[in-house]
């Protein structure tokens, strides 16, 4: 039973750098990943591809052949793909039980009202494939009550498209704190409160929207997203261990691979804390690490990652250590390192 997300997101969202980033993540706990580029114009990836599109077909190719623009070119792409699924099924057999990362374009009609997509991954779940789709928006997004609505609504449409297990991440969120302070606390938009108190920040925006007409539109996408009840966000900092490994907790339990997964029996403690819920981190906490001391936050946490590369540069038998395990509500096992290999310690499953 493979598991995979479905990497989505508007361009410069940074789909393709949280692919690189959740790839040697995985990497370094232990969890066999491989990407698959199924973006026909993206000819550079800063991850290894273990399968790309462009070997199928590629954007140069469709535009020159049909006179198509790139939006256009992309979305035939993609339905070349749908007729073609023995060449993506083929592909991904060969990567037998690898976590999958599927990094998709950036356009936005792929995942809002284009079929192909959708079909694409609806046949792979057929074939067993546990999916989670992953739609990354830009954090600088708060920083403009409009920007913030407009993205409430393609959020929303993405989720009643894809119809997948979804999760909402608001990334580069490290860089909040360098924008003008927002008029409101984190969890005002990560958890799409009372829309109402923006409309009037909405107004003001600019003398365009500054009227009834508008008002009545924007009280409208306001209501609709809050009758739906569905949107919400993670938030996420790719370059930060502790935010990687709460978006993949976050994910696993969508996904159900916190339920079992291709690790199995035997896990190491490190695979085990990955599991572990204990340390998903509250509305209060992200806005403290992110907003209000995040200069003291990444000093505290380079101070341990040195003395973590410390520990792992001591001992007399030249081997290293790996990282320590992360704090978290169980105190028994703080600062302690993982035992690599075989644990030691067989769990034997019954039989239904």
């Known amino acids: 039973m493979p598991f995979a997300q479905l990497v989505l997101g508007s361009p410069g969202a940074g789909k393709s750098t949280y692919c690189d980033g959740m790839h040697q993540f995985m990497s370094a706990i232990g969890r066999e990943c491989s990407v698959v580029n199924l973006d026909p114009a993206n000819d550079k990836t800063n991850y290894p591809c273990a399968l790309d599109i462009r070997e199928l077909i590629t954007l140069e190719e469709i535009m020159n052949d049909d006179q198509l623009g790139p939006n256009g070119g992309v979305l035939y792409a993609f339905e070349e793909l749908e007729n073609n699924m023995e060449w993506l099924e083929k592909g991904l057999k060969e990567l037998g039980d690898s976590y999958i990362l599927f ?3 950036g356009q936005v009609e792929l995942y809002t009202h284009h079929n192909s997509l959708r079909n694409i991954f609806f046949k792979l779940q057929k074939l067993g494939y546990r999916l989670v789709a992953v739609h990354l928006s830009d954090s600088f997004c708060l920083t403009q ?19 997948l297990p979804h999760i909402n991440v608001l990334t580069k969120i490290d860089k909040v704190a360098s924008y003008d302070p927002l008029p409101f606390n984190l969890d005002f938009y990560t958890e799409v409160q009372d829309l109402s108190y923006l409309l009037s920040d909405v107004g003001e925006e600019s003398s365009i929207i500054h009227s009834e007409k508008f008002r009545r539109l924007n009280e409208a996408i306001a209501n609709l997203v809050e009758s ?8 996420l900092a790719v370059e930060n261990k502790k935010s990687m490994m709460h978006i993949l907790r976050v994910i696993d339990r969508a996904g159900g691979y916190v339920f079992g997964g291709a690790e199995g029996a035997n896990d190491t403690v490190w695979q085990v804390a990955m599991r572990n819920e204990g340390s998903m981190m509250e509305v209060g906490d992200i806005q403290e690490r992110w907003i209000d001391a995040k200069d003291a936050y990444d000093a505290a946490e380079q101070k341990e990652e040195e003395e973590q590369r410390k520990l792992m540069q001591g001992g007399d038998t030249g081997a290293t250590t790996p990282d320590l395990i992360p704090d978290d509500d169980d105190d028994e096992f703080d600062g302690m390192p993982p035992p690599t290999g075989d644990s030691g310690v067989k769990v034997v499953r019954k039989k239904t």
């Not at 739906?228 to 938030?235: G, S």
């Open 145 to 163: 009550p409009s920007l913030y609505v407009s993205n409430l609504i393609l959020t929303l449409r993405a989720m009643l498209q894809m119809d």
């Open 103 to 105: 990094d998709c374009p």
């Open 228 to 235: 739906f009840a569905l949107v919400r966000f993670e938030v």
